[in-house]
C-alpha cells in the first residue's frame, strides 16, 4: 500500500504516455495513490481497469484519475494488484471494494479465508439452526423502538435457550418478572455445538449493522464463597481430641476407617495417628492405629518409606502382644509395597528375626511371615556353589535354617507358619535346601490337620526340585529316589483323619509323573503287609538263607521260637507306602476326595499307558458311584484315557448299565465315551448296540446323541461289526426278509452303524439286501453328517456324492486357500465394476466361494465372509447405475423401489459381517463400516430425492454427518488403506459438507459414490461364523402340543452353538404365532454347557401360552444373535467460527438389532379353550 501523495496545488502531472510503466494517480474520494497503468489493467476485465481505458475520463483539478467512492480500503485492493498478497484485516470491507472493482481473483481469494467463511457462511449457517432469528431481531428493534419513545433508551432481556430440557426452567423464570414479561425475546433452541455466547455476539453484530447502539447489560455477579475441604488429618485430629473414653476414640477411628484418604493427606494423617499412639493406654486402640497404618501405607501414590522408622520404633516400648503382632503386620504391608529398597528390606528382616523369640504365637506367625515374604531370595543354587561357602549363599542359608527351626515349635500356629513362609521363599524363586526334606517328612505325623496339610505340600514341593536325590529308606539299609520315597508318604496321607488333608493329598499325587512305575502300581494293591510285619523281598529272603549256611530245604533251628514284638503304630506309618493309595481315595467316604483321587488317576494314566490298563477296573467300578458329580467326573477322566484302554465285556456292562441314569449330561457323556473307547470283541459290540437302542427307547430326546455314538463306534471298530451284519440287518440267505420301516430310529440306528463300518470294509455291502441300498441313498442325502460315502459295487454314483469325492480328493486345505486369495486377487484388479463383464465375474465369484465354504469346512467361515462382501459390493455397483440418476424421479418411483430394498439388504449384510463372524481384525471392520457408509450415503440420497422440505433432509444429513466422524474417531490408524475410497474422500470434503445445504450435500455424494473405488478385502488367518442348529423340536412331528388357553407350556428347546461369542447374553429364542406375535426369550445362564472349544450345548425350556384356537396351527421357534454397537462420546473442545459449524451432536446412537443365527422349526400347538 502506497501512502498518499499530498502535492501542492500548482505541480504540474506529465502527459499520459500508454505504456505498462506510465505513472497513474488517483484520487479516490479524497484519498490521492500512485502506481503504474500496468497494475491498473492487471486485471482486464476489472472495472477498475475500464474506468482508466475508457473514453470519458474523470480528472480532478490537478488531473489525477478521479474515483467517487471512500478510499480508506483502497489501499489494500491496490497492494493486492502489485504483490497478490491477501489482506489480513478488514476482510468485510475490502471484499466490497474488490466486489465494487470487479477484481475476482481478490473476491474469491477473501471469500476462501477461514475469518471471512467462518464469519459469512459458517456464522450463517448457524444462525439458519436458530429457530426464528430473524423474527425475533426484528421485535427486539420494534419494542426497543417503542420504549425509546418516552426516553433516550430502552431494555431488552433477551432470553437464551440453548435445549429443550432448559426451556420449562426459563419460562419460570419469565413468568415471575410480572409485567416486564412482555417485552422479553427469546431465542432457540438450537442444534449446534455453538454456545450461548457465541448467539449474543451474533445478536449484537445484527444491531450494531442496522445503525443502533446497544449495552449489555448483566447482572452482578453475588458473592462468592470459597469452599475449601478440610483436611484429614486436622478432622481426625480434633475428633480423638474430642474423645472422652477408649471407647470414643475406637468410635472415632472406626468412622475414619471408612473413608477414603488422599495420598497428600495420607503422611499428615499417619503422624496424627502416631501421636495419638503414644498417648493412648488403651490397648484396643493402639491396635486399631496399628492397622490403620497399615492400610494407609496401600494408598496408592503414597511412599511409605517416610514412616519406617516410626514404625520401627513403636515396637520398641510395646507391651501388648496382640498389638505388637498388629504392628509386625503393618511393617509387612509397608515391605511389601518398597520391594526395591533393599536397605529397608534387610532392617525389617532384622526386626523379625528379633521379636522371634516372642512368647506369643502371633507374634512368631507374623515374622515368619514377614521373612517368608522379605527373605532374599538369589539364584537358584548349583551343585558347586552348594559346597562353597561364601558372602552371597549365606543370607539365603541364614533365611532358611531361621524359618527351619520353627518347623518343632511347640504351637501348631506357628509350625504351620513356618512352613507357610517356607513356601513363600520358593514361590518368590528361592530354592530350598534338599536337607529339610526329613524335617518336613515328620511334620507328616504331626497332632494337627493345618500342619500336615502344609507338610504334604512342602514334600511335593521338594519331590519336584529334587526327583532323582537318593534318600535312605528308614527301616531298612537300602536307599531310595527322593520322587518315589516322596510319593509314598504323599500316597500314605490319602487314608489322613482329615479329608482336607486327604483331597489335598490326592490332587498332588495327580502331578508327580516323575515316580517308577512300581510304585505307581502300587497305589492300586490292597496288600499292605502279613500279621502286622512287613514282607521281606526275595533279595532280602535268599540273603539271610545264604549268610545262614544252611544246605537243607527243612525246617531250621529255632524255627519255633517266639518272633520279635512288633510296633503296630510304626508298621502302619511307616510302611504302608503307596499300597493301596487310590483303593482308598476312590472309596472315601468324602466325595470330594474321590473326585480329586479321580482326577489324579486321570493325570497319571495319561502319562502311562501300562497304568491305564491297570486303572480301568477302579474307574469303571466309580461308575456306580451315589453322587451324580463323581460319576460325571469318572466319565470324563475315561474319556480322557480312551486312547490307552480296551473295554472288556464285563466292564462294558457295567459301563452301559449309566444309560439309564436320568441326567442328561451323564448320558451325552457316556455316549461321548463310546464314540472314542475301543472294545474287544463282537459280543462288546452287541452289548453296546442292545443298550443304546434300549436307551433310545426310554429317552427319545437322545436320538441325534446315539446316532453320533454309533457312527463312531461303527468307524472304529468295523472287523467287529461284519460277522453280525447279517444279524442286524435281519438277511436271510435264501428267504426275503420284510423292509424295515425308514422311520423307525432304531433301525436308523442300526444303518449308521452299518455303514460306517462299512466304509473300511470293503466286503460289508456284499451283506447288504436291495432295500439297504436304497435307504443308504435316502441316509445319504438327509442325514449326510452321519452316513459317509460308499464306493457301492455295481451302483451308480449320485451327482452329489461324486462332486463330493472328486472335490475331496483332489482338493487339499492348501489349494482351496489358494483357490480364494485367487479369487479375491482378481475381483480387486477390475477397475470398473459399472460394465457388464465386471458384475458377471463378481456374480461368478460369489457363487464359486459359497460353493467352496460348501465342500471344505475348513474355509467355510473365510469363504462365506468374503461372499457376503462382494455380494455387498455388486448390489451398491447395481444400485448406482447411470440410468436411474438421470431421470426424473416420477419416472423411475420402480427403479427407486429396487434400489430402497438393495440399500436395506446391503445394511443387513454388513451387521452380519460384523457381528456373525469371529476372528475379524481392525482392518477388516473398517471395510465394513466402509461399505456401510456407502449404503447409508445412497439412502440418504434416495430420502432427498423422494420426500420434500428440507427439514426432513437435515435431520438424516446430521446422522450421516456424525456417522463419519465416528468413522474417523474408530479407525484412525486404518485411513491409510482407504486411498481413493469413498470414506477418504468424505473426510477429505468434510469441511465443505459441514458447511453446504443438505441439496448440495446429496449432490457431493452421489458423485463421490460413482468416483470412490473398490476396496480390496485382506483376510485374516482364520474367520469362523457364528451358527446355531436346533436339535430338539425337530418340527416332524403332527400331533400338537395341547394346553388350556390363559395358561403356558413348556417346549423343550436343544440347539448345539457353533462359534458364538459370548452366547449367554448375545443368544436369544424367538417364537413367532401365526397371528404375527412375536415373543423373545433370553435363555438362563445355567441353560448353556460347553462341551468343547468352539462349541456351545443350549438345553432350556420355552413357556409358550396363547388365546383359544379354532384348529391347530404352526408355530416358528428360532435362535436369534442379539447385537448392539455403539461409539465413545466425542469429547472436543467448543469450535470457533472459522474451524467447524458442523453442529452434529457428539456421539453417535447406539444400534441395535437381531441376526438369525438358525433355521426355523415348526411346531404345532393347540390352545383350548377353558372348561367351564
Known sequence: MSLPDYKSPGKQSSAPVQSKSQIVQLNIGGHVFSTTLGTIRKFPNSTLADLLNGSVKRMDSEGRHFIDRNGTYFGYVLEYLRTEKIPTEHLQEVHKEALYYDIKPLVKAIEDTPQFFGETVGRQQFLARVPNYRENLEVIVRVARAEAIASRYSNIIVCVVKTEDDLARYNDSIDSLGTQRHSVVSFGPWKAPASVEDLLDCIKMDIEAKGYKQVTLEEVPAKKLRLTKPSKSAALHIDLCKATSPTDALQYLLN???????????????????????????????????????????????????????????????????????????????????????????????????????????????????????????????????????????????????????????????????????????????????????????????????????????????????????????????????????????????????????????????????????????????????????????????????????????????????????????????????????????????????????????????????????????????????????????????????????????????????????????????????????????????????????????????????????????????????????????????????????????????????????????????????????????????????????????????????????????????????????????????????????????????????????????????????????????????????????????????????????????????????????????QQIATIHNVRLQAKALQLILTARSKRGVDRVLGICEKFLQDVESFQRLFMTELPHFQDSFVEKLLELMPRLTACKPLDLVKILQTTLRQSRFIHLKLPEQIHRASATIIEPTGESDNPLRFTSGLVVALDIDATLEHVQDPQTTVKVQVLYPDGQSHIIHPKPGDFRTPGPGRVRLITQVYLSHSAWTEACQIEVRLLLAYSSSSSKQSASKPAWNESMDGLPTSESCIEGTIHLSKPVKVFIMPKPARR
Open 256 to 922: 475414619f476407617a471408612r473413608k477414603p484418604v488422599e495420598a497428600e493427606s495420607v503422611e499428615g494423617v499417619v503422624r496424627i495417628l502416631l501421636e495419638h499412639y503414644y498417648k493412648e493406654s488403651d490397648n484396643s486402640v493402639r491396635l486399631k492405629i496399628a492397622s490403620l497404618l497399615g492400610l494407609l501405607s496401600k494408598t496408592q501414590g503414597f511412599a511409605p518409606d517416610c514412616i519406617v522408622d516410626d514404625a520401627i520404633n513403636t515396637l520398641s516400648n510395646e507391651k501388648s502382644h496382640q498389638v505388637l503382632a498388629q504392628l509386625l503386620d503393618t511393617l509387612l504391608i509397608i515391605g511389601t509395597q518398597l520391594p526395591d529398597k533393599i536397605a529397608v528390606i534387610q532392617r525389617l528382616i532384622d526386626v523379625a528375626c528379633k521379636h522371634l523369640s516372642s512368647t506369643y504365637f502371633g507374634v512368631r506367625n507374623k515374622c515368619l511371615q514377614l521373612l517368608g515374604c522379605l527373605g532374599t531370595v538369589d539364584k537358584p543354587l548349583s551343585k558347586e556353589t552348594d559346597v562353597v561357602p561364601g558372602a552371597q549363599t549365606s543370607p539365603v542359608r541364614d533365611v532358611q535354617s531361621v524359618i527351619s527351626d520353627y518347623f518343632q515349635d511347640q504351637d501348631p500356629r506357628v509350625r504351620t507358619a513356618a512352613i507357610k513362609a517356607m513356601l513363600q521363599l520358593h514361590e518368590r524363586g528361592m530354592k530350598i535346601l534338599q536337607t529339610i526334606y526329613n524335617q518336613a517328612c515328620k511334620l507328616l505325623s504331626d497332632d494337627y490337620e493345618q500342619v500336615r496339610s502344609a507338610a504334604v505340600q512342602m514334600v511335593w514341593v521338594l519331590s519336584q526340585l529334587y526327583p532323582e536325590s537318593i534318600v535312605p529308606i528308614p527301616s531298612s539299609n537300602e536307599e531310595i529316589r527322593l520322587i518315589d520315597d516322596s510319593f509314598g508318604k504323599i500316597c500314605h496321607m490319602v487314608s489322613d483323619g482329615s479329608w482336607v488333608v486327604r483331597v489335598q493329598a490326592a490332587k498332588l499325587l495327580g502331578s508327580m509323573h516323575q515316580v517308577s512305575p512300581h510304585f505307581l502300581e502300587q497305589t492300586l494293591d490292597k496288600k499292605l503287609m502279613s500279621d502286622l510285619r512287613r514282607k521281606r523281598t526275595a533279595h532280602e529272603r535268599a540273603k539271610e538263607l545264604y549268610t545262614s549256611g544252611e544246605f537243607s530245604s527243612g525246617r531250621r533251628w529255632a524255627d519255633d521260637a517266639p518272633k520279635e514284638k512288633v510296633d503296630t503304630s510304626g508298621v502302619n506309618l511307616i510302611d504302608s507306602g503307596a499300597c493301596g493309595a487310590f483303593v482308598h481315595g476312590l472309596e472315601d467316604e468324602m466325595y470330594e476326595v474321590r473326585i480329586a483321587a479321580v482326577e489324579a488317576l486321570c493325570s497319571l494314566a495319561q502319562s502311562s499307558p501300562s497304568f491305564a490298563e491297570k486303572c480301568l477296573d477302579f474307574l469303571v467300578d466309580m461308575f456306580n458311584d451315589e453322587i451324580e458329580e463323581v460319576r460325571l467326573q469318572s466319565i470324563h477322566v475315561l474319556r480322557q484315557i480312551s486312547t490307552h484302554i480296551t473295554l472288556r465285556e464285563d466292564q462294558l456292562d457295567t459301563v452301559l448299565a449309566v444309560l439309564e441314569d436320568s441326567s442328561r449330561d451323564i448320558r451325552e457323556a457316556l455316549h461321548e465315551l463310546l464314540c472314542y473307547t475301543n472294545v474287544s470283541t463282537k459280543e462288546c459290540i452287541q452289548l453296546a448296540l442292545l443298550e443304546l437302542l434300549k436307551n433310545l427307547t426310554k429317552y427319545p430326546t437322545d436320538r441325534n446323541s446315539v446316532w453320533k455314538c454309533l457312527k463312531f463306534l461303527g468307524a472304529r471298530h468295523p472287523t467287529l461289526v461284519l460277522p453280525i451284519v447279517p444279524e442286524l440287518l435281519s438277511t436271510h440267505p435264501y428267504f426275503d426278509t420284510p423292509e424295515p420301516d425308514m422311520d423307525d430310529p432304531a433301525y436308523i440306528a442300526v444303518l449308521v452303524l452299518v455303514f460306517n463300518a462299512a466304509k473300511s470294509c470293503p466286503t460289508m455291502p456284499a451283506l447288504f439286501s436291495d432295500h439297504t441300498f436304497r435307504h443308504y441313498a435316502y441316509l445319504r442325502d438327509s442325514l449326510s453328517h452321519l452316513v459317509p460315502h460308499l464306493r457301492l459295487p455295481g451302483r451308480k454314483q449320485t451327482a452329489s456324492s461324486g462332486l463330493e469325492a472328486s472335490g475331496m480328493s483332489s482338493g487339499s486345505l492348501e489349494s482351496a486357500q489358494n483357490f480364494l486369495q485367487d479369487s479375491l486377487i482378481r475381483v480387486s484388479a477390475l477397475q470398473n465394476l459399472e460394465t457388464l463383464g465386471a458384475q458377471e465375474l463378481l456374480e461368478f465369484t460369489i457363487r464359486d466361494l459359497q460353493r467352496l465354504g460348501e465342500l471344505q469346512t475348513e474355509l467355510a467361515g473365510s469363504a462365506d465372509f468374503c461372499a457376503t462382501y462382494l455380494h455387498c459390493q455388486l448390489l451398491l455397483t447395481k444400485a448406482l447405475q447411470e440410468k436411474l440418476w438421470t431421470m426424473a424421479v416420477p419416472l423411475c418411483l420402480k427403479q427407486n423401489a429396487k434400489v430402497s430394498t438393495a440399500v436395506r439388504q446391503i445394511l443387513d449384510e454388513t451387521y452380519k459381517l460384523e457381528f456373525l463372524y469371529s476372528g475379524l481384525q481392525t
